[in-house]
């Protein structure tokens, strides 16, 4: 039985297999892992298989997997899923864009816990090296959306990760096009995430694959885990839903805690703007407290592990939600002439919007 098994999906990959294959297998050596290797290869028309083929008679520890139908990279490297001979699986690419020698990091990160072991680009000491604009341009809204899934996760559509099989075995994974990570972060069963910074080199040889088609499916496909998340409990996007009815939930308890002491205060004869400064201060008071030990209790290695700058931020960025509640219904009054109320409304929804993800990220965000 092998420690773990490494994933290489391939298409046309003849220029870079042999290379990632040995380097693969000299990290394996290096640090006494008993790894092993599999090719999971889209039936590529070039030399690829021929390559995989003629190591595989001095390797013990390759296989190769080649797919003739339902052609794609995320189907492939859920077929290596399938096929991998052990509890742990790293997914790496061929173009020897994901440095392999941090394969024995992620293993170790694996056996020390964590579910989900992450390549990040966009966390400190990560990053892309040689990437054009748009290439840059375009990864960076991919991330951006993926992050509304998972905001403590940097990079959740890595091509470079590891995972516990048992995320993935009973996972009904819709696989389509590139962004398989966010596929099994999606639908995989995890609790525990690690992300490891490393710097992505651009591939020196051989064409890159991405088509208008990869951009459209990516959209479809955050859609699809969000409508899953609603009828799957146990997924890590509904345990982020639980946090905004939660912060819903804390919002309205706020809405009456400023009520009554505005009542109260009036009722000992303190006069009406000051009394009602005062039970806006304590209702935010009251909103911070539930978020700090209810909605967020759980936010493991804290960005900001003082209370009281907790409890600052969270005035500041309330404060600013304020303003944006104000300032957008004032602008939906003048300009297109919409009812007070239900200009107020709006305001108070994108308010709760901004609220809940500076909050989410800044006051109670990951390190
Ligand atoms: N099995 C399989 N592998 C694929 C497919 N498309 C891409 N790959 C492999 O998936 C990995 C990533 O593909 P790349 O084309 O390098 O994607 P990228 O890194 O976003 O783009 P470039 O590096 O600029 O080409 C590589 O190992 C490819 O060979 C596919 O349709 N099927
Ligand atoms: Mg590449």
Do not use: C
Not at 43 to 63: G, H, Y
Not at 133 to 151: C, D, E, H, Y
Not at 302 to 330: C, E, K, M, P
């Amino acid at each position: 039985m092998y420690d773990l098994t490494v994933i290489i999906p391939t298409f046309k990959e003849e220029a870079n297999i042999r290379k990632i294959i040995t380097e693969v297998d000299a990290v394996f050596l290096k640090n006494a892992l008993n790894g092993e290797i599999l090719v999971v290869d889209d039936n590529s028309p070039d030399n690829t298989i021929a390559i995989v083929n003629e190591l595989k008679k001095t390797k013990t520890n390759v296989s190769l997997l080649v797919r003739k139908s339902d052609h794609g990279l995320s189907q492939s490297v859920a077929d290596g899923f399938l096929h991998a001979s052990s509890d742990v699986f790293v997914v790496i690419d061929a173009d020897l864009s994901h440095p392999p020698v941090l394969i024995p990091k992620m293993y170790g990160e694996i056996r020390a816990g964590s579910d989900v072991v992450i390549g990040s680009r966009y966390m400190e000491g990560g990053g892309i090296k040689k990437w054009p604009l748009k290439r840059r341009v375009i990864s960076l809204g991919a991330t951006f959306l993926g992050r509304l899934l998972f905001p403590d996760i940097t990079d959740p559509v890595s091509g470079f990760f590891a995972v516990r099989k048992r995320v993935v075995a009973q996972a009904q994974l819709k696989p389509r096009g590139y962004k398989i990570l966010l596929e099994v972060l999606g639908k995989g069963i995890w609790e525990n995430d690690k992300e490891i910074p490393f710097e992505f080199s651009d591939r020196e040889i051989g064409a890159s694959k991405l088509k208008i088609k990869t951009i459209i499916e990516y959209a479809q496909q955050v859609m699809d885990i969000t409508l899953y998340s609603f009828s799957h409990h146990e997924s890590a996007a509904w345990r982020e839903w639980k946090k905004v009815f939660k912060f819903g939930l804390v919002g309205l308890t706020g809405v009456i805690v400023n009520l009554a002491v505005l009542k109260l205060l009036l009722m000992a004869g303190i006069s009406g703007y000051a009394a009602l400064f005062f039970a806006i201060v304590v209702a935010i008071l009251n909103n911070f407290l539930w978020n700090d030990l209810w909605t967020f209790k759980d936010s493991a290695q804290r960005l900001v592990t003082s209370v009281w700058q907790r409890l600052w931020l969270f005035y500041t960025v309330s404060a600013g939600g304020a303003v944006i509640n104000y300032g957008i219904a004032i602008a939906l009054t003048q300009f297109i002439g919409m009812k007070i109320e239900l200009a107020d409304l709006i305001g108070i929804l994108i308010g709760f919007v901004w609220n809940f993800v500076i909050n989410r990220r800044l006051t109670w965000g990951r390190k």
